[in-house]
């Protein structure tokens, strides 16, 4: 299930995605050479579930972590778990897998207990082995494997460990896929060697949506073959050298016809701001109120920011007697098989998707995408596997970009210096095109294949299930008066969909830096102003931890320097982050220290935790402080690394993290939560530092100097 | 023909005059640890040594490497014989994709040959041209301190 439709399971119901996949054999077996198969519908994207996943397998059935062997999703046979997204894997997939395990070991128990008249509550496990109260052992889940134990529906009463009595699950367990990633094993997509594979790129248009209208003969070098489907142009050959040569060559000689289609970059949010689009009030509250007398305003403005993973967007794929293959590092095997069906108009059937990892993957990027060309440029070799490569330019020029968004905020304080009203609109896209939910295919090739087909506009998912543009939009503070109204553009020149937090790093640098303001009217400590609108004690607890990590209260003023901070808690229903975030203001600005107080719930594994909330506030401070995807009225011309820069190790802040352990709370996913927060703690200490508020982002100087 | 020593092999290969490096590494030699990440010397995922020295295989001939010693990362190091590098990075578990952690390895490998007790400045400094997408800077920064006091020890 993706984030888009999942519902919180009634009680009395499977947890997580096995509610949709009940047979407890799809996600778990045992082998007789003592190891267990776990089988999860959900992927590696660089984030570690797949060491948080054997950790709760291994917990639950009391076996080694290295008796763990985790199966790449694939179609098939995986479980279909959606999207790995929206940073709820170890709810979606590790509470099903919990319940899978202990619902395991109890079957097998059973069965144990049956054969040796050993009584069930009287046996132990101890690594996969089976011990009766003398010690003897009397089975193990190998000497059971083949027994078909597993072949049924999960029973809805698996009795899981307490928390109290986990030892593996919660504890810093190493990653698995790490050694394959310092000795340079094999292991990523790109890596993938097949026999009489076969390298291809693309030819790109200059323009969106551009048509070829010609192609002059030429020589190209041996054994080149020429993939083209309308517009899509690609190139086959023996080799990487040889492809991109190649698709240069034909390049030069190809034609074009291409017109004006994306907005005016220098008036973006002017753009946005007059774009037809579909408007709905998200939330409205009416409660008592005091009357407003003093009001602050301010509109709030990003550029579209892109993915830039390190590695590019690679697949292999093979055609052979009417099926195709294709690897691929997607975040969803089964979403990415239903468009590539609708897209070569096949039945889903005769298509198999396997995942392999690829490089960090931190929301919808071109992975999807070069799945589609890789099968086109294959469809001209047939029965060869081609492994279809991006380059730089098409990882930063193509690859489905986050929306450019507007906000602008009205509100008032009363008299006792109460939060009393709060208007706030946001502009935006849609953030959702993944692929596998529409009607029609989302993935890049179509709208160049013959006959031509427009991608469905990006969607915003309904705020139950976190929302898109709208994710974070409606503040967590105590307002008795409020309207929040979101307009979606009805259109999209540039292809928007979910890039980590979606519409949340926005509306959290509004809402964040609107607080402030506010409290500087009311006349009170920023820290104290927002504890006392927070009704939501875990708020208050990483709020108050990040003050006190950063030494807010006794904080002295250092010319040139500035202190802020922001909180917010992930889609209102996820993890709880505070960041507190000191900067410099030298010729630009500088982020220096990031303080970072974390709540994910229950924690899996405490490390993984603060590598992403770490991982995803620096990211942060590089949408702050650099990202913007450049382009003029054809197409995108920020495709180099000196074009589209991110942060880098001379400029990454020092991070402190800590986590308020919850062991009895439900988990509640952390890759996302302090990307937002860190944003807007920078805002808060560049208005420390300089006096003024930052508005539009990224903040530098240029934008800066506007404020 | 292009023959080099490679991670302290004598290597013979077939290669296009213009043909990088990197692809020579990754097609006909077989390895998977160097990296394309941009083919524009702007990022690092590619990086190896040529004589000892840190050099982008992605913007390199293989024809230049005629003679040299070329280095990978599976050339300073594997699971039964590691870099301290590599031990070091894995007790401070510093990676998230780890996409980039071969060009890292290899840097910083050249970076303590020269330094072997450089200060956090140095190994920002030494290890800046190389992107990280994924935040794991910090930790990169530890593993290399800690590499380092190992290979002092
Ligand atoms: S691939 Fe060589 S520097 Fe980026
Ligand atoms: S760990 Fe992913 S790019 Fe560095």
């Known amino acids: ?49 797949l060491t948080a996943l054997a950790q709760i397998v291994a917990e639950e059935l009391d076996v080694a972590m290295a008796r763990v062997r985790l199966q790449a999703a694939a179609t098939p046979d995986s479980p279909n778990e959606g999207v790995t997204s929206g940073s709820l894997s170890v709810q979606d997939s590790g509470m099903a897998l919990r319940h899978v395990a202990a619902a395991a070991r109890a079957i097998h128990l059973q069965v144990a207990a049956q054969r040796s008249g050993v009584p069930v509550e009287a046996l132990r496990v101890e690594d996969g082995a089976f011990l009766a109260p003398d010690g003897r052992a009397i089975g193990s889940y190998w000497a059971q494997a083949d027994a078909a134990l597993l072949a049924c529906e999960a029973p809805v009463d698996a009795r899981p460990k307490p928390p109290g009595e986990r030892r593996i699950a919660g504890t810093s367990a190493a990653r698995i896929d790490l050694p394959d990633k310092v ?87 002017d753009w946005l701001r007059a774009a037809p689009g579909d408007h709905a009030v998200i939330a409205e509250r009416d409660e008592a109120a005091g009357a407003a007398t003093r009001t602050i305003r301010a509109t709030f403005f990003r550029p ?6 390190v590695g590019t967007s690679c697949a292999v794929a093979r055609w052979q007697d009417g099926t195709l293959e294709v690897w691929s590092h997607t975040q969803g095997v089964y979403n990415l098989r239903a468009d590539l069906a609708k897209a070569l108009r096949m039945k889903e059937e005769a298509i198999l998707v396997r995942h392999m990892e690829g490089a960090g993957c931190y929301g919808h990027n071109g992975a999807d995408d070069v799945a589609l060309d890789a099968a086109l440029a294959a469809h001209a070799v047939p029965g060869r596997p081609v492994r279809l490569l991006w380059s730089r330019a098409e990882e930063l020029g193509w690859g489905p970009v986050s929306s450019a968004m507007v906000v602008e905020i009205e509100a008032g304080l009363d008299a006792a210096g109460n939060i009393a009203t709060w208007r706030e609109e946001v502009v935006s896209h849609g953030h959702s095109s993944r692929p596998g939910r529409d009607p029609n295919p989302t993935l890049l090739a179509v709208e160049y294949m013959d006959p031509p087909r427009r991608i469905p506009n990006a969607i915003n998912p309904p705020l139950a299930s976190g929302g898109g543009a709208q994710r974070n939009a409606i503040p967590a503070y105590r307002i008795p008066r409020m309207t929040i109204g979101l307009k979606r553009i009805a259109e999209m020149p540039l292809r928007c969909s979910a890039l980590r937090g979606l519409g949340a790093p926005v509306n959290v640098l509004a809402i964040e830096s609107v607080m402030e303001d506010l409290a500087a009217a009311a006349g009170e400590d920023p820290l104290d102003f927002r504890l006392r609108h927070l009704d939501d004690p875990r708020g208050r607890d990483v709020l108050a931890l990040a003050a006190e990590m950063c030494g807010w209260r006794g904080r002295a003023k250092r010319e040139g320097f ?73 197409t995108v011309t920020g495709t180099r690394w000196e074009d589209y820069p991110i942060l880098r190790f001379s400029e990454v802040p020092t991070v402190e993290t800590r986590l308020i352990p919850r062991p009895e709370e439900k988990p509640l996913g952390a890759g996302e939560a302090s990307l937002a927060p860190a944003v807007a703690a920078i805002a808060n200490a560049i208005h420390d530092a300089l006096g003024i508020r930052p508005r539009a982002m990224p903040f530098t100087p240029d934008t800066l100097a506007t404020a | 023909m292009v023959a080099f020593t490679l991670n302290g092999q004598p290597v013979s290969v077939e290669a296009a005059e ?73 007790a401070e578990q510093a990676g998230q994709c780890g996409f980039c952690l071969s060009g890292m390895i290899v840097a910083a490998s050249a970076l303590l040959a020269r330094e072997p007790d450089p200060d956090d400045a140095a190994i920002r400094a030494a290890l800046d041209p190389h992107l990280c997408r994924c935040g794991s800077h910090n930790r990169i920064i530890r593993a290399v301190q800690r590499a380092a006091a190992e290979m002092r020890a």
């Open chain 2, 18 to 90: 213009d043909e990088a490096l990197l692809h020579v590494l990754r097609g006909a030699l077989d390895l998977s640890g160097p990296r394309y990440g941009c083919g524009a010397e702007q990022c690092g995922a590619c990086a190896v040594l040529v004589d000892g020295a840190p050099a982008y295989a992605c913007a390199i001939a293989a024809s230049s490497a005629a003679g040299r010693s070329v280095t990978t990362v599976e050339g300073l190091g594997s699971p039964d014989t590691p870099h301290a590098l590599q031990t070091a990075l894995l």
């Open chain 1, 562 to 634: 500035g202190l802020g901070l922001a909180y917010a808690r992930y889609k209102h229903t996820g993890a709880y982050c505070a960041v507190a975030a000191e900067i410099e203001a030298l010729d630009r600005v500088v982020c220096r220290r990031l303080w970072i107080a974390a709540d994910v719930g229950e924690v899996i594994n405490p490390d993984g935790v603060m590598n992403q909330y770490e991982g995803g506030a620096i990211h942060g401070v590089s949408m702050a402080l650099k990202e913007q995807v450049a382009f003029d009225r054809r």
């Open chain 1, 304 to 309: 579209y920011v892109t993915h830039a993973s």
């Open chain 1, 183 to 269: 000795f340079g094993a094999p292991r990523f997509v790109h890596d993938l060697r097949l026999p009489g594979m076969l390298h291809a790129r693309v030819v790109r248009p200059p323009a969106r949506q551009a048509r070829l209208v010609g192609l002059r003969e030429g020589a190209l070098p041996e054994g080149v073959v020429i993939a083209r489907d309308g517009s899509f142009l690609a190139v086959v050959a023996g080799s990487e050298h040889d492809a991109e040569r190649a698709a240069e060559r034909l390049a030069a000689r190809a034609t074009w016809q291409a017109t004006d289609t994306l907005p005016d970059p220098g008036a973006l949010a």
């Open chain 1, 1 to 49: 299930m993706s984030d888009l439709d999942r519902r919180a399971a009634p009680p009395g119901k499977l947890p997580g995605n096995l509610a949709t996949n009940p047979r407890l054999d799809r996600w778990l077996a045992f082998d007789a050479a003592g190891h267990v198969v776990v089988t999860p519908g959900k992927v590696e994207l660089g984030q570690g579930i």
